[in-house]
DNA sequence: TGATTCCTGTCC
DNA sequence: GGACAGGAATCA
């Protein structure tokens, strides 16, 4: 499932090739993935346009498109649980089932960018400038925006519910999912399901540290590859060995030797350390 | 605020 | 052969 060191991983691995890159066609084969959005119309729309910049917010991959002067638009790409996007030069074959294969943009000089998920769940949305805020997460993103003990503060006062309901959520905070929502309030010693106003000011602070801690690290690992997640050249992340709860039920803790818990929280599944973050 | 929906591969 | 995995939109 890309969380935000993937979604950042893959971008890191596709700007490189594709920055600067004129798209000579784009091919949908599977409408689904564009939101209804047909095959023509994606075409008309991203043929001969120029990738200006590649950037990210929150799990959201955006390409902004020109096209002569003031022409912009932006594909903004989500890859929800098993959704890649991978680029292959020019000759490189791609082996994935094709009925999995939904999209396809072929580059001016050769190379093409495709966009792959079995479950069909991801997103290719086209926007204009304007549209952009409305389609993207309003939380702060913790890579790009900094997080501080002031911010998480903010963004968590008078919500109700529990912390691991709050982290998931990306109008809050944007870019944590399932597993780095776990890992994090391990790090900071917190149990999921503790509310926002029962924070003490060290533990909003240590829940900051987990957060950010959490996030470079798998970053500098290029993310977690569990089953499906590979970067933008196709490599897996290398991450997964050093998750501390997540997927780990049953299992001793990393920190303490106790068996680690699985729960419900927010309809996921969530792994904590009964002992490492009391109730 | 919580349940439901979308999907398909994997695991028991 | 059925439960489960889950991000986010949608709805009760």
């Not at 790409?77 to 939904?102: D, F, K, N, Q, V």
Request: aromatic residues 6%; positive net charge; charged residues 25%.
């Amino acid at each position: 499932m890309p969380e935000l060191p993937e979604v950042e991983t893959i971008r890191r691995s596709l700007e490189p090739e594709l920055l600067g890159r004129r798209i000579a066609s784009a091919t949908v084969h599977h409408g689904h993935v564009t939101g209804g959005l047909g095959a023509r119309a994606f075409q008309a729309a991203l043929g001969g346009r120029t990738i200006t910049r590649l950037w990210r917010r929150g799990k959201y991959l955006v390409f902004d498109l020109a096209r002569n002067a003031g022409l912009e638009r932006h594909l903004i790409c989500h890859l929800r649980m098993t959704g890649r996007l991978r680029y292959l030069r020019p000759g490189a074959r791609w082996t994935e089932a094709p009925r999995h294969t939904h999209a396809t943009l072929r580059l001016e000089g050769g190379g093409r960018l495709i966009f792959h998920d079995v479950r069909k769940f991801g997103r290719l949305t086209l926007a204009a400038p304007g549209e952009l805020a409305g389609l993207l997460p309003a939380g702060r993103d913790p890579v790009v925006d900094g997080l501080a003990a002031a911010d998480l503060e903010r963004a968590l006062r008078a919500r109700r519910g529990g912390l691991k309901a709050l982290l998931l959520r990306q109008d809050l905070l944007c870019g944590l999912g399932n597993i780095y929502a776990d890992e994090a309030l391990h790090r900071a010693g917190l149990h999921p399901a503790r509310t926002a106003d029962s924070l003490q000011a060290a533990e909003l602070a240590r829940l900051t540290a987990g957060i950010m801690a959490v996030l470079s690290e798998a970053l500098a690992f290029r993310g977690t590859t569990l089953l499906d997640y590979r970067s933008g050249d196709g490599e897996r992340g290398g991450f997964a060995e050093y998750l501390r709860v997540y997927g780990r039920a049953g299992r001793p803790c990393r920190a303490c030797g106790s068996a680690v818990v699985a729960m419900r929280a927010a309809g996921r599944t969530t792994a904590f350390c009964p002992r490492c973050q009391p109730g």
